[in-house]
């Protein structure tokens, strides 16, 4: 069975609360406005802000992999820090 890293895990769950929150804002604005045609946009600002997200959970909580080098680990062998 497939299992998701630590960072896959924190990025689907905030993508998901962020997508969420993005339908339901969507579908209260059109239903007590009326007003569809400027709310659509909601979508896909969040959307893009998920993405964004995501790009940055799995930058922060990069998780090290067996036999793979940190990044830092090999600037400072190169550079003989």
Sequence with gaps: ???KSKARMI???ISGVVLLCAVLSYILIVAFTGKWHP???ILPCAI???SVLTIVVNAVTRVK???EE???DTFNRKNKI
């Design 11 to 13: 990025s689907d769950a």
């Design 48 to 50: 893009v802000f998920a």
């Design 70 to 72: 940190d990044v830092k």
């Design 1 to 3: 069975m497939f299992r």
């Design 39 to 41: 709310s659509w946009v």
């Design 65 to 67: 992999k067996d036999g």
